[in-house]
């Protein structure tokens, strides 16, 4: 009798044993699908984001200026580029024809290795300063840059404007000195212009077509703003988006020329954004293939060093504005040749795969 208990208790053990088991797995297996689905839903939300926020423009349609309406004002660009060679000369022809007189670049390449000044066209030579990083061990960062170059030129130009070299300013139906000389910027020392944010395309590949030529509207407007500054400013000092400033002595005001009331010393994003009267096109990623080399080649310097800790972050930033695919993420794996957690991405392309047959995004 006891033996037949004792082997009854045996077996509900054992089969109390498996139905913990069997709860277990389920429970991992239900959390990780929860985890997964709510990953799906953070950046399909961010697509959605994107969809409502866009923009068309025609950026074959932009004003070229000689300086012929208004040679009084001086204008000025100060920039600082790592390995950007591949659009150097695109960037300089376009801000020349724009209008700005004079473009000053800080060459953060490495040493030994290709210089910004050969690929700046030979009849543009006299209107682009190049400064080498390597050679001036003051100038650390972006910051420095962008400060050391107000200072140098503060009594020289009307207005100088700060930005990468992959950041192309658009002026909506005017020409920039034009636009300069509205009324409306007369009691303005900074003017905020928002990023709007150029999509791939989809093109997974690079070609030696121009930016302009590879990715056209639509384009994503962004609270990030880049800063155009008034001469004669004395003491000024320069973050990567903006100066810093007193509101009590300067006015900072959004690109149709309304002041910003904020109370901040330091103004890097504007909200609502505005991109009416002009904005800055940012081709941020480019095609797959330039991400990963851009990656890989490190990030020009910023506090002192280059963000290789920046590497997700990017790529989830990638997939929030354009469109996943296999293609995309294989190539990604590939060239970064480091094992990221992709997964979350792939299950992420699956789920957005029936979505996107339903909504068209």
Not at 250 to 258: A, I, L, Y
Request: hydrophobic share 35%; charged share 30%; proline share 2%.
């Amino acid at each position: 009798m006891n033996s037949e208990v004792g082997l009854l208790d045996e077996k509900t053990q054992k089969k109390s044993f498996l139905t913990k088991r069997q709860a277990n797995i389920l429970r991992k297996v239900l959390g990780f699908l929860f985890i997964y689905f709510l990953t799906f839903l953070v950046n399909f939300s961010f697509q959605i984001n994107t969809k409502i926020n866009m923009f068309y423009v025609n950026t074959d349609l932009r004003k070229e200026d000689k300086g012929t309406d208004d040679n009084s004002l001086r204008l000025a660009l100060c920039t600082m580029g790592k390995k950007e060679n591949l659009y150097t000369r695109e960037f300089v022809e376009y801000y020349i024809k724009l209008g700005f007189d004079h473009l000053f670049i800080y060459d953060d390449n490495d040493p030994n290795t290709e210089k910004i000044i050969d690929e700046v066209p030979d009849k543009y030579k006299d209107r682009v300063t190049i400064y080498d990083n390597l050679k001036d061990k003051k100038i650390r960062n972006q910051s420095d840059s962008f400060t050391h170059c107000y200072k140098s030129n503060l009594y020289k130009f009307d207005w100088l404007f700060m930005c990468d070299m992959d950041e192309f300013l658009f002026i909506r139906d005017d020409t920039i000195r034009r636009y300069l000389k509205n009324p409306v910027f007369d009691k303005c020392d900074f003017i905020k212009f928002n990023w709007g944010n150029a999509l791939d395309n989809d093109l997974v590949h690079y070609d030696n077509r121009t930016l302009m030529e590879r990715f056209k509207s639509p384009f994503v407007k962004n609270k990030f703003v880049k800063t155009m500054v008034r001469g004669d400013i004395p003491d000024l000092l320069y973050w990567v988006h903006s100066p810093y400033y007193s509101p009590k002595r300067n006015v900072s005001c959004t690109n149709d020329g309304k002041p910003l009331n904020y109370k901040y010393i330091l103004i890097e994003s504007v909200k609502p954004m505005n991109v009416e009267k002009a904005f800055l096109i940012h081709y941020q990623y480019k095609s797959t293939e330039e991400l990963v080399e851009k990656m890989n080649r490190g990030y020009s310097n910023w506090l002192g060093g280059h963000l290789k800790g920046k590497i997700k972050r990017t790529i989830h930033e990638y997939f929030e504005l354009n469109r996943m695919t296999l293609e995309k993420i294989n190539l990604i794996e590939k060239g970064l040749k480091m094992k990221l957690n992709m997964l979350s991405y792939k299950i992420y392309y699956y789920f957005s795969k029936i979505f996107y047959f339903w909504f068209d995004f």
